[in-house]
């Protein structure tokens, strides 16, 4: 058995418990141990682009001290995940691009449920660096920050977000795209009759696929 480590790369222990229940049918369809933590140096919520620069030298600390076997950033940003892969000769999934690979299989057009307006433009930018752009329905946000997401049921406002993607920008596959909105997946998906793609567990299903699959890396 293989350990994966999936990192949440802000400080809250409320996203790593949701990340945790989102992962129960990941873990049921694995033989590996997959297991989640969060990053106490780290902001509360990863919200800007100074918070993602912030938070790469805490990964890299995390993963070199690890014996993990491999790893997922479990940030919508996939912060600094070229920096991060070369901090290490093991798999480095970033959820981000998880999502979008796992999307491109279910439909011809994606939607992004984003957390905060500022996401936006950082979406789009890895987006367009991963030549993925063309296949972005649209991207909204039902503005919140992560410490107000745990704090309260999101569940009208993503749904509210999901139906607009859907029906005003063509979206026919919804991403979640923020950590801590797993677990409305199950609700959004009946209500919306689309794929939903929880990205912590497309991340997770990815590095559980590269362990089975021996993909390795010799240079860092």
Do not use: W
């Not at 979008?100 to 307006?117: E, K």
């Not at 972005?136 to 745990?150: E, K, N, P, W, Y």
């Not at 009208?156 to 909105?181: F, N, T, Y």
């Amino acid at each position: 058995m293989s350990q994966i480590l999936v990192i949440n790369p802000n400080s809250s222990v409320s996203v790593t418990r949701s990340m945790e229940d989102c992962l129960a049918p990941v873990r049921a369809a694995s033989r590996h141990d997959v297991m989640c933590t969060e990053l106490a140096k780290s902001p509360p919520g990863i919200e800007t682009d100074a918070h993602v620069q912030e938070v790469i030298p805490h990964l890299i600390e995390k993963i070199r001290g690890s014996d993990a076997d491999a790893f997922v950033v479990a940030c919508f940003s996939d912060p600094g995940i070229d920096t991060v892969r070369k901090a290490t000769t093991r798999p480095v999934i970033g959820i981000a691009e998880a999502a979008y690979l796992a999307a491109l299989g279910l439909g011809r057009r994606f939607g992004i449920v984003s957390l905060g307006p500022s996401s936006i433009a950082r979406h789009l930018r890895y987006l367009k660096h991963l030549n993925l752009d063309q296949r972005l329905a649209g991207d909204r946000s039902i503005d919140m920050t992560v410490v107000q997401l745990m704090a309260t049921d999101a569940a009208e406002q993503v749904a509210r977000i999901g139906r607009a993607l859907r029906d005003e920008d063509g979206a026919d596959v919804i991403i979640l795209g923020c950590a801590g909105l797993g677990g409305y997946r199950p609700q959004i998906e009946a209500l919306l009759g689309l794929p939903v793609v929880d990205p912590v567990q497309a991340g997770a299903a990815l590095a559980c696929t590269t362990v089975d699959l021996n993909y390795t890396r010799t240079l860092a």
